[in-house]
């Protein structure tokens, strides 16, 4: 396959619909920079994969190239923007066109992805692997050999290199020694899980038989614990529940003997109160009689009768005074009895008024001295019934604590409760014998501890026979791990073997392309050698072991870049699109090199392959046009692009060239040479 054509409209900077078509052998594109000489190869590699790689990840304020794939400069963008480009070949012509509408899952035809990349040994992106060695582009002439880290020139050219089984074959061998490892892994976990479950059954075993008493020991508890609760011929299961109940009973001796101990002291205390509290109460209590005789004897008198009677001489005396001072003498008489008055004898009627006021307020004063005396003999009275009252309180608590006492003594059943001794000898007796019930009815206890003992051995026994499968099973793990390890590394190797072995078939036309090129004029060989087992290095050295990344001057690295590139090309034993499309392969190359190129790509049409050549200079595409081959008319093309009247990016030129003619001379110019 070939390319025919490639047409444009409002694609980068082409703003007008541009078409070029393409000759089968070679076609020299040439114009000035800035004319779209590398438009025509972004347009090929944009329609194939609807992306441009030289771009890939680059973004600057939030743009990328994808804003800049169609016309964004001044003037009105055409209606009709679209990218197309037509294959032709021996399986047929086809036509792949892009335009800004077409969604993101635009697949390019299989057919023609078939009839550019073989099926069976494409890679898994065929088109985009081919868009990245069939365009050699100016910017990774250099960059693509001689400045890639050796892994990535060795991935480079494996991959140009063609697919093969080999690639499933290590996929296939790496998830069944993934999966190994992972079963091995889990068989590791469960070994160690069921170890520690056979060791704590072992530690369960010991604690138990730690806890075990010996036949005599239970035998002596039981006897002990039948005289604790005086049952001599009870069983062993009557016997601990009947020496449990007699615990709690003696915990509640020792709870009331402990009482009693804390109550002692205020029962010594009430019985010493007791004998001088009685007499104490009988004094209280003639005091108060005393007291409430006084009180009597005080209040005897009729206050409410004198009470009244000096109101009513007090409200007559006030009314008199009040009135007759207000109203004075009237005609000489008295206001109120008429009676005929003169100024003097009106006033000794208030004089007299007067006088009766005194003997009120002597009245009164007498009687304020008895309520004082009555209020103190009352008080006196509420002082000795509350001394009454507390003695008779402080006598009956006494008496409670007494009685409360003898209660809890006689609960005890002891003869003998009046000192602390006997109480401490009793405490300490039922203490001594409850510390030895409890430990006689631990010791009869561990009877139950051999069910729980027969049951722990065989638990262990179990744990035992499971971690003997589990190790079973981590030992054809561990095996079956080896084995999928071993399979993946010889399916490595041999895919290795395999592949250096098709790399040595495509080493010498590397070498081959450079001897041609002549980039040094020292070094005119160079040496491509593979070395790594698991990560593989392609180093390119010259003279004894020489770096050209480190030697060669930008044009000498240039042209080793388009012999490494084009051997590549040359090498894709998958592709079927017979083009090589250069983008400027010649710039700071000199005339000598670039005649070298020429022949070299000479070569190349000769061999059936269509050239794209893309130059700045004129005089260099007329140099190319005169070197390379031209077997037959329309086989080759020379292209110029420029800007028209109105600016805008054109074909301004198509030329066919034409073959030489096979008869150069005539006859007659054959005699005049003779």
């Known amino acids: 396959m070939k390319l025919s054509h490639v047409s444009v409209c409002g694609f980068r900077g082409y703003r007008e619909e541009a078409r070029v078509d393409f000759a089968p052998g070679f076609n020299i594109i040439d114009g000035r920079n800035g004319v779209g000489k590398s438009t025509i190869f972004d347009a090929v590699e944009f329609a194939l994969t609807g992306d441009l790689s030289k771009y890939a990840g680059a973004t600057a304020s939030g743009q990328s190239v994808a804003d800049y794939i169609w016309w964004i400069g001044d003037g009105d963008a055409p209606s009709d923007r679209f990218v197309e480009v037509g294959f032709s070949g021996d399986q047929g012509h086809w ?33 985009k692997q081919l868009c990245a060695t069939t365009i050699i582009r100016d910017e ?22 063609g697919a093969t089984d080999a690639e499933t074959w290590i996929t296939r061998a790496q998830a069944i020694s993934g999966q190994a490892k992972r079963r091995r892994e889990a068989s590791q976990t469960e070994v160690a899980s069921l170890t520690s479950d056979v060791s704590s059954a072992a530690r369960r075993i010991d ?24 049952a001599p011929a009870a069983s062993v299961d ?34 010493a109160d007791l004998p001088y509290l009685d007499p104490l109460l009988e004094a209280a209590t003639a005091a108060v009689l005393e007291a409430k005789e006084r009180l009597e004897s005080l209040e005897i008198v009729d206050r409410a009768g004198l009470s009244s009677e000096l109101a009513s001489q007090a409200g007559a005396i ?12 009237i005609e000489h008489r008295c206001p109120l009895c008429a009676t005929e008055h003169s100024d003097a004898s009106f006033a000794a009627g208030t004089v007299a008024a007067e006088a009766v006021a005194s003997r009120i307020d002597a009245i009164a004063a007498r009687l304020a001295l008895r309520d004082i005396e009555i209020a103190v003999a009352r008080t006196e009275l509420t002082d000795r019934e509350e001394s009454e009252q507390s003695l008779k309180g402080k006598i009956e608590a006494h008496k409670a604590i007494i009685v409360r006492f003898k209660e809890r003594a006689a609960a005890l059943s002891l003869s003998v409760v009046n000192d602390n001794e006997t109480l401490d000898l009793r405490t300490n007796e039922l203490r001594q014998m409850l510390e030895t019930a409890r430990r006689d009815l631990r010791i009869l206890d561990t009877l139950r501890l051999n069910d729980e003992l027969a049951k722990a051995t065989q638990s262990e026994v179990n744990a035992k026979g499971r971690l003997q499968k589990g190790q079973e099973r981590f030992g054809r793990a561990r095996k079956a791990e080896t084995v999928a390890t071993a399979l993946y590394d010889a399916t490595r190797r041999a895919a290795a073997e395999t592949l250096d072995l098709r790399i040595d078939r495509v080493l010498p036309l590397m070498a081959e392309l450079y001897s041609r090129l002549k980039p040094h004029p020292v070094w005119q060989d160079i040496d491509y050698s593979i070395r790594g087992d698991v ?3 392609l180093s390119l050295k010259v003279g004894d072991g020489l770096n050209p990344q480190f030697l060669f001057s930008s044009g000498q690295r240039r042209a080793t870049g388009l012999a490494f590139l084009l051997s590549i090309n040359l090498s894709l034993a998958w592709s079927r699109w017979q083009s090589v499309l250069l983008d400027d392969p010649v710039q700071h190359v000199d005339d000598f090199r670039t005649v070298h190129l020429a022949e070299v790509l000479a070569q190349l049409v000769a061999g059936g392959k269509q050239i794209i050549c893309a130059v700045e200079d004129p005089a260099l595409a007329d140099m190319m046009c005169r070197r390379l081959p031209i077997r037959s008319l329309g086989a080759a093309k020379r292209i110029t692009l420029g800007p028209n009247a109105n600016g805008n990016l054109q074909v301004q030129a198509t030329a066919e060239l034409k073959p030489l003619s096979r008869r150069a001379f005539t006859e007659d110019t054959q005699k005049m040479v003779g």
């Open 140 to 161: 990774h002439i250099a960059g693509l050999s001689l400045d890639l880290k050796e892994t990535e020139r060795y991935a480079l050219l494996r991959q140009a290199i």
């Open 207 to 230: 604690e138990l038989r730690l806890s075990l008493a010996s036949s005599q020991a239970i035998a002596e508890a039981s006897d002990r614990l039948r005289a604790f609760v005086d």
């Open 95 to 127: 036509v792949v066109r892009r335009t800004p509408l077409d969604p993101k899952s635009f697949i390019v035809d299989t057919h023609l992805t078939a009839a550019l990349a073989h099926p069976a040994l494409a890679p898994e992106a065929p088109l």
């Open 238 to 271: 009557t016997l601990i529940s009947t020496a449990q109940k007699r615990t709690v009973a003696v915990e509640l001796e020792l709870e009331t003997i402990d009482a009693l101990k804390d109550l002692r002291p205020q029962y010594e205390i009430a019985r």
């Open 318 to 329: 006030i009314t008199l005074i009040q009135e007759g001072r207000k109203l004075g003498l």
């Open 535 to 537: 990560r593989r290095f």
